[in-house]
């Protein structure tokens, strides 16, 4: 993986991409956060060596590097997922990348669904703790311990100092954040009644198909990392109705302005 990193990483120097200092991960409908950046570089992912390709019809597949809020930022406009056949190692190959190109933070994004049942379609959370339930870790690899600690420490994976500004940055703009936990599945079909009702027992405040591997590399790589999740659908496994995907789609682009606000106003500030 080293010298596969090393190819990627030599690419992306030669078409500009020069010390970022803050990576980005956008989540499904999330990428108005794009017209408030500076555009310097940008590079479809079929075009970089290494790199998967995105497959999801709502996620773009651009690596972008640019400025906002006064800070060099590295965008990823569209992630990969284990649904889509990846491994774990690839979904979280774009986290090394950025790594290696310079960034100390790591800022993601996602669209998940409301376990706890105080929080509404429409409104944000700031994941302060997460369950990995997708069956394996990003970290379990021959090798490993070439690119960072193996047993990476997971007492604190979500960054407090960040999480604090998040809040304080919601309250001075009348933004509800909720705080909650966040759990990962594999997908790419969405929970059965039972199993909402397991992911409520289990602590979990909302449920997703990402970020936690992305969330751990971070962690193992010694970056500063942090989540908000856009909350899109209502997970009460007592009032079920057929999920519309179009509609999850539509929630998340409702709450994007409070999203982009939040990501602009924290970056000003690292």
Do not use: W
Not at 10 to 31: A, Q, S, V
Not at 166 to 188: D, Q, R, T
């Amino acid at each position: 993986m080293i010298k596969l990193i090393e190819e990627t990483v030599d690419y992306l120097k030669d078409k500009g991409f020069e010390n970022p200092e803050i990576g980005i991960i956008l989540g499904t409908g999330l990428g108005q956060l794009i017209n408030d950046v500076n555009i310097i570089k940008e590079v479809s992912y079929n075009h970089i060596p290494n790199f998967p390709t995105a497959t999801v019809e709502f996620h773009k597949g651009k690596l972008i590097y640019g400025t906002l809020a006064g800070k060099k930022v590295i965008i990823m406009q569209g992630r990969f997922h284990l649904y889509e056949d990846y491994s774990l190692q690839d979904v979280t190959y774009p986290v090394r990348i950025m790594e290696k190109l310079g960034i100390h933070t790591l800022l993601v994004s996602n669209a998940a669904g409301a376990i706890n049942l105080n929080f509404k379609k429409g409104e944000l959370m700031l994941i302060e703790d997460h369950l990995n339930l997708q069956g394996s870790s990003p970290l379990a690899f021959k090798g490993v311990e070439k690119l960072g600690e193996r047993f990476a420490d997971m007492s604190a994976p979500y960054n407090t100092e960040i999480n604090t500004k998040f809040k304080a940055i919601a309250k001075a703009n009348n933004i509800k954040l909720h705080e909650g936990v966040y759990a990962s599945v594999f997908g790419p079909q969405l929970e059965t009644r039972a199993e909402y009702r397991m992911l409520k027992i289990l602590g979990a405040d909302a449920v997703g198909m990402s970020t936690v591997p992305e969330i751990i590399v971070a962690n193992h790589l010694n970056l500063k990392a942090a989540a908000v999740s856009v909350l899109t659908d209502e997970c009460d496994p007592d009032n079920l109705a057929p999920v519309d995907i179009s509609e999850i789609i539509a929630m998340a682009g409702k709450a994007e302005p409070e999203m982009v606000t939040l990501f602009k106003e924290l970056i000003s500030t690292l």
